[in-house]
């Protein structure tokens, strides 16, 4: 029995206890599903083993979106903890661990599969490629990542949450003051996925050098697939940082190491310097996949070439390398002198520069435009105002000495969350919308989606703004109530109302899904939007093998080329088409890596020194193992072709 | 699969093109890991606690062994990979081989090492340098722990199959491996055991 | 025989043997800690040059621009995180 005590969850609420139900509910509820519909096979041969980049991306949208719920329902509970003065909705130990989980599910688990779905997707298609450079490594990462969130994720139900907030600062994340094996889980949940993520890195770097079609030069990459680059750049030189920061996280809590103890030569603070390095890139992780969808999505929605292509891609590529010169400014009142801060103020208000400059051309691509209000257009034009006034409290909080004023307070809040919101997640959601008749032939209802973003953005606003003043004012971040007299009260009870406004916007979304599904028309073409770049070339949805001949193009523009200056893209005829296999490999792996973790949290060491002897095994047999892919006979493409409409010209 | 002849084995498949440029980039990302041990090394440098500084405890000898095993490894799997593209496998895996041997004699000597430190009270759990200090080897003797075992199946698959793209490919990507592995062991020697001694 | 031992590799790696033995020189002579360090800081970056360009054949494909760069790009993200995180956590705290 005292095996098992260990997995007992340390601070009990009948919340849990009923979320432990209905995962357990759920969870039976798909197995017993999957039997009777006998779908076990397809589910594994169509689905787990692929190594198809668009099966790949589908899955990473799938997971992000569940994740968006889950994050979703973590700030909901917050709003309405601290929706008045001392509410009893939440203990301060159980909403320690929802603002945790909701900055960790939110950042890695939505945010991140999020963009790297999208970009799955749609990467390979934009440049004209079978797939991507390295299949099996992309669906291993995929399974690494899925580990990762599945760890993360039962951390509440078996052991306890993480609660030290997701930057999970030392010595609060150290065993003394956390005691359960949450911030254990928090280590390897991000480890696994970490790997992974790095691993999609020289992935798509490789892919985007050296599979583009012929005739598209580096200059003559769609936007979007110019940030995929530059963001996995940076996901290649930031990523490493965090491995080490997690790794040495991990000794602390588990083999006694003191790096980040208060005594015996350690630093707590180095945790936040280290952490705070891999950050600051990851924020431009996620925003710069963003800006490369709302640069397509604008540029088609107003019938023009976007507006300074060049400039744009100077600046993401200063934005990358500016990303990993800032990161003091998030701990600007740790105690360094002024020559440090001031150095890093000025490097922190440089980067708005570049930005600002990707502001400009966006308004110039709409000037005089055409302009369509679709909804990704919607998202897209809300986003430049929104996002601009995240940018500039951005500015204040880079200035050192006022950040005094901010620092940790609800004023931080109300900035990252205006620019993460309409940058990142209104860049998701417009992509989805923009992108979904491309994955599934039928676009999502428009009547509805409208709706969602009105309730998305008058909720954000509402649920947002209020924050500025609160924190202005002296509300610190992360507490779990206030007294009646410090005012705050009827501020928060505004962000509430708009969380509430928020949360109906996702449940419309969730719906129109479900309703579009039913009932939208499935005869809308390949190019729904009259767009202008590749993706949009081949059918709809996309053949398993992207396109029957490989296209040539000689601009950033390839279809708009096609269809206005008959620019012929396939030339020749068709061949033969190699494809890759199929492969157990990586799920296998990566559920070994969810077991080691698992053990590894609990510190279970016989387990542990099994998984890792599986894991090596694994590797091992796939270098022994002589795979070649296969190949699609000319006929057999002839054929297809035929199904979905006849050949492209 | 297209074979281009004009072209050094490893490089002759648009494939293994790709996968030479997936390790640069791989190599890339290992540099930032060291570099991130490297900066945690020099923070906690002189943070001692209650236990021995670097001078106290380095020994010069089996650093220098190290050191010259390592290079003396380097320059044979260099010699592999010449050998490879003269098409001599049984050559190359004369070099291979003795890549392997040193690598593993380097392996014992820093294992030697780490027992010294246990001896002489430098454990992880000592002080944050000592902790920082063996967590920086460790993390180059794990790297060539895997190595030894990647390399001993690269020569288990040209036993087998000879010099094919494949093996010829896995055998180019595992030289920049074990290069780099003892660039960074340069750096190691220099700023941790000769700044250390200094 | 002497096809196997090319003259490249060979005096890359006796190069390689000197640089070591200049590098330990900081060992057993005495000197001052900044001409040591920049004697380190020379040596170890020469080797490391000499290992990537005349062992590694860095240069030696169409993919020459990629691989410098990340080359290029990693070490200089390398010592600004070295470099900031000493200012910011030790010679400025």
């Known amino acids: ?649 | 699969m297209k074979i281009d002849h004009s072209q050094p084995l490893e490089y002759s498949t648009h494939k293994n093109e790709m996968n030479i440029l997936g390790f640069w980039i791989f190599l890339g990302a290992e540099i930032m890991l060291f570099a991130t041990l490297f900066t945690s090394y020099f923070i906690y440098e002189n943070r001692v606690g209650n236990g021995p500084s670097g001078a106290e405890i380095f020994e010069i000898t089996p650093v220098l062994i190290e050191t010259v095993v390592l290079l003396t490894s380097s320059f044979t799997i260099g010699l592999a990979i010449n050998a490879m593209r003269l098409n001599r496998p049984k050559a190359m895996l004369w070099f291979l081989g003795i890549t392997l041997i040193l690598g593993a004699t380097f392996l014992s000597v820093e294992i030697y090492e780490f027992v010294h430190y246990y001896h002489v009270g430098a454990t992880l759990q000592t002080s944050a340098f000592t902790g920082i200090l063996l967590t920086t080897l460790g993390t180059h003797g794990a790297h060539v722990t895997f190595g030894l075992f990647w390399g001993i199946a690269i020569f288990l698959q040209i036993k087998k199959h000879g010099l094919t793209p494949e093996t010829a490919n896995k055998s180019f990507n595992y030289s920049l491996y074990w290069h780099f592995l003892d660039v960074m062991w340069i750096f190691i020697f220099s700023f941790i055991y000769l700044k250390g001694m200094m | ?93």
């Not at chain 1, 290649?236 to 006694?256: E, I, K, S």
């Not at chain 1, 440090?340 to 490097?347: D, P, Q, R, V």
């Not at chain 1, 992509?431 to 676009?443: A, D, E, R, S, V």
């Not at chain 3, 640089?19 to 040596?43: C, E, K, N, P, R």
């Open chain 3, 1 to 93: 025989m002497k096809e196997l031992f090319p003259l490249k590799q060979v005096n890359g790696f006796v190069f390689s043997l000197l640089l070591t033995v200049v590098a330990l020189s900081v060992y057993f002579m005495d000197m001052s800690f900044s001409l040591g360090m920049t004697i380190l800081l020379v040596t170890a970056f020469i080797q490391a040059i000499v290992q990537f360009v005349l062992f590694m054949h860095a240069g030696e494909t169409d993919d020459k621009r990629t691989i410098y760069t990340t080359l290029y790009y990693s070490a200089l993200i390398a010592l600004v995180t070295i470099f900031g995180s000493l200012l910011a956590m030790v010679w400025d705290m």
């Open chain 1, 1 to 649: 029995m005292e095996f098992f005590e260990r997995f007992a969850i340390p601070h009990p609420d009948p919340m849990i206890y009923a979320s432990m139900v209905a995962i357990v509910l759920v969870s039976i509820a798909i197995v017993a599903g999957l039997t009777y519909f006998k779908k076990w096979g397809y589910l594994w041969d169509e689905w787990l083993t692929t190594t198809d980049h668009k099966r790949i991306g589908i899955m990473y949208l799938i997971s992000a979106l569940i994740m968006l719920f889950r994050g979703g329902a973590d700030a909901v509970m917050m709003r309405v903890q601290l929706s008045s003065p001392e509410m009893e909705f939440l203990n301060a130990q159980h909403y320690n661990e929802v603002f945790t989980t909701h900055g960790v599910v939110m950042i890695f688990f939505m945010a991140m599969p999020f963009v790297i779905g999208l970009m799955n997707y749609i990467v390979p298609l934009q440049i004209g490629a079978r797939d991507v450079a390295f299949p099996r490594l992309n669906a291993l990462s995929f399974w690494l990542f899925f580990a990762g969130a599945m760890l993360f994720n039962i951390s509440f139900v078996i052991g306890g949450s993480p609660d030290a907030g997701w930057t999970n600062y030392f010595p609060l994340a150290s065993n003394e003051f956390s005691q359960s094996v949450g911030v254990n889980y928090y280590m390897w949940a991000l480890q696994i996925s970490g790997i992974g993520t790095l691993m999609t890195g020289i992935n798509f770097i490789v892919t985007i050098f050296r599979m583009r079609a012929p005739g598209m030069k580096l200059m003559k990459m769609p936007l979007f697939t110019w940030s995929a680059l530059i963001t996995n750049v940076i996901i290649v030189f930031a990523f490493p940082v965090l491995t080490v920061a997690l790794l040495m996280g991990t000794f602390d809590r588990q083999f006694g190491t003191s790096f980040f103890a208060t005594g015996n030569g350690g630093m707590d603070m180095y945790w936040a310097n280290l952490f705070w390095v891999w950050g600051h890139p990851e924020v431009y992780i996620l925003i710069l996949p963003a800006f490369g969808i709302y640069s397509e999505i604008i540029s088609t929605f107003s019938e023009r070439n976007l507006y300074g292509y060049k400039s744009m891609v100077a600046s993401m590529v200063l934005i990358s390398l500016l990303s990993f010169f800032v990161w003091v400014h998030h701990f600007f009142t740790m105690g360094q002198g002024a020559l440090t801060n001031s150095i890093f103020s000025i490097t922190t208000m440089a980067i708005a520069i570049p930005t600002g400059i990707k502001i400009f051309n966006w308004l110039l691509t709409m000037w005089k435009g055409k302009i369509r209000f679709t909804v990704p257009m919607l998202y897209s034009v809300a986003f430049i105002p929104l996002f601009t006034v995240g940018g500039v409290t951005g500015v204040m909080l880079a200035m050192a000495s006022a950040d005094y004023q901010y620092h940790n307070t609800m004023f931080l809040v109300a900035h990252f969350h205006n620019t993460i919101i309409p940058g990142v997640v209104y860049a998701m959601l417009a992509g989805l919308t923009y992108w979904w008749p491309k994955m599934f032939g039928f676009i999502l209802n428009e009547r509805i989606g409208k709706w969602a973003f009105w309730f998305n953005v008058v909720g954000f606003v509402l649920a947002f703004f209020p924050m500025y003043i609160t924190g202005l004012d002296g509300q610190a971040r992360r507490m779990y109530t206030y007294s009646e007299s410090t005012g705050f009260g009827p501020l928060n009870m505004l962000s509430f109302a708009g969380a509430g406004l928020m949360a109906i916007a996702f449940i419309l979304i969730a719906y129109n899904i479900f309703y579009s599904i039913k009932n939208s028309p499935r005869n809308v073409g390949d190019d729904p939007w009259n767009a202008r770049s590749l993706e949009w070339a081949t059918h709809n949805p996309v053949p398993e093998y992207n396109f029957a001949i490989t296209p040539e193009v000689n601009s950033s523009q390839a279809l708009w080329d096609h269809k206005k200056k008959s620019h012929t893209l396939f030339k020749g005829k068709i061949d033969k088409i190699h494809m890759p296999n199929n492969s157990g490999i990586p799920i296998i792996m990566a559920g070994i890596l969810f077991v080691f973790g698992f053990s590894f949290v609990f510190s279970i060491w016989p387990a542990v020194i099994i998984a890792a002897i599986a894991f090596f095994s694994c590797m091992l047999y796939s270098s022994f193992e002589n795979d070649h892919g296969r190949y699609i006979s000319a006929e057999e493409v002839k054929e297809t072709e035929e199904k979905f409409g006849g050949a492209k010209k």
